[in-house]
Structures are given as structure tokens and as C-alpha cells.
């Protein structure tokens, strides 16, 4: 069984920095593209960066470009989002993705998620 566990969420001013974690269990990590999606309530869940099994390519949301890196260590089974120059508009929950897909970037190609961890960015 497939298991994703983010961490790292917490509460950081504009303009900061989080480093967001998820580590996999349960399948052959490398086998596999890893994302990072968000869903603020009330919407639908969106994409904000991937990256691919060996860690080759990396894709990004345009509102995260040039902020946020993306980044797998599969020794160790995980995956990390590297937040900088965050903005109050990025508060919302940060959900674990894991997808057959080796260009991770829809919803719909996601086979499993995380629980999700939270991000808030005061003002």
C-alpha cells in the first residue's frame, strides 16, 4: 500500500521561506513522477511543480516559477518543495503527489496523494 506523508507546513511571514517534505513508502519510489499540488477552500486542487523519477525534468505553475524548486532525493524516498519569497496568496494546503505519469502536471494523472500539510503566509 501506498503511503505519502508531507511535513514541513507551518505559519512564516511574506517574503520568507518553508521547505515542504514527502516521504514515500510502499512502491519503488524511482519509479515514479512526484508533484506537489495546493487547494485553497472552496477550489479545486491545483498544480504547483513536479518533478520527474530521476529527477531529469522539473515543471512548474507559472505562479510559482522562479520561487518555489522542486526537488527528489530517491535514497531516500523523498521529495521535496523548496518555498522562497512566499506571498500571502500561496496560504493553503500542499498535497503529496504520485503518478505513473513521469511529467506530472494534471490532477487527473495522479494515482496517489498525501494527507496534506498546511502553509500559512501572514502579511
Known amino acids: 500500500q501506498v503511503r505519502l506523508v508531507e511535513s514541513g507546513g507551518g505559519l512564516v511571514q511574506a517574503g520568507g521561506s518553508l521547505e515542504l517534505s514527502c516521504t514515500g513508502s510502499g512502491r519503488t519510489f524511482t519509479s515514479f513522477g512526484m508533484g506537489w499540488f495546493r487547494q485553497a477552500s472552496g477550489k479545486g486542487r491545483e498544480f504547483v511543480a513536479s518533478?520527474?523519477?530521476?529527477?531529469?525534468?522539473?515543471s512548474y505553475a507559472d505562479s510559482v516559477k522562479c520561487r518555489f524548486t522542486v526537488s527528489r532525493a530517491n535514497r531516500k524516498n523523498t521529495l521535496y518543495l523548496q518555498m522562497n519569497r512566499l506571498r500571502t496568496d500561496d496560504t493553503t494546503d500542499y498535497f503529496c503527489?504520485?503518478?505513473?505519469?513521469?511529467?506530472?502536471?494534471?490532477?487527473?494523472?495522479?494515482?496517489?496523494w498525501g494527507q496534506g500539510t498546511h502553509v500559512t503566509v501572514s502579511s
Open positions: 518533478v520527474s523519477p530521476i529527477g531529469s525534468m522539473t
Open positions: 503527489a504520485q503518478s505513473f505519469n513521469p511529467r506530472l502536471e494534471k490532477y487527473t494523472q495522479v494515482g496517489y
